[in-house]
C-alpha cells in the first residue's frame, strides 16, 4: 500500500488550516539549498533553516524543493528514500535522498510533486 505524502501534514500549522504563528515568535527563515544529483533520477538536496519547530519543518522544506526539481524536470512524482535532520547551534540542516519518476513509483512516502508544490506556495516555504 503507498502512503501519499502531504507536506502540509508534516508542518503543524497547516492543521489548523492556517499559516504558522508569528506571533509565538517562532518564524522559519529558509537558508540554502544544495543539490546534487546521484545517478539516474536519485537526486539529494541539502537544506538549512533557522526557526524550525521539530525535524517536520526540515522534512517538509525538502520536500518543497524535492517536488519543485521534479516538475522543473518533467517529472510527476518524488519518493522519499532517506532523510536526515541536525541541528547545530540554532541551524536546521537536512539532507534528503529521492528517486524522481513520471508516473507513481509505488512503494512508502511518495509525495505528489503538483499537489505538494501547490501546498509549498500556501505556506510560503520556499522551492527551487
Not at 66 to 75: E, P, S, T, V
Not at 76 to 98: A, E, I, L, P, T
Not at 123 to 128: A, D, E, L, N
Request: net charge negative.
Amino acid at each position: 500500500m503507498a502512503l501519499m505524502i502531504s507536506t502540509c501534514a508534516a508542518l503543524s500549522a497547516c492543521t489548523t488550516g492556517e499559516t504558522p504563528d508569528v506571533d509565538s515568535g517562532v518564524v522559519p527563515e529558509y537558508g540554502s539549498v544544495q543539490t546534487k544529483l546521484l545517478e539516474g533520477d536519485l537526486v539529494s538536496f541539502d537544506v538549512q533553516m533557522r526557526g524550525a519547530t521539530s525535524d517536520a519543518d526540515v522534512l517538509a522544506f525538502s520536500d518543497c524543493v524535492a517536488a519543485q526539481y521534479a516538475l522543473i524536470r518533467g517529472d510527476g512524482f518524488v519518493r522519499r528514500v532517506r532523510n536526515d535532520v541536525d541541528r547545530h547551534r540554532g541551524v536546521w540542516m537536512g539532507q534528503g535522498v529521492y528517486t524522481l519518476s513520471k508516473t507513481h513509483p509505488g512503494g512508502r512516502y511518495i509525495i505528489d510533486a503538483e499537489v505538494t508544490a501547490a501546498e509549498c506556495r500556501a505556506y510560503h516555504i520556499p522551492m527551487v
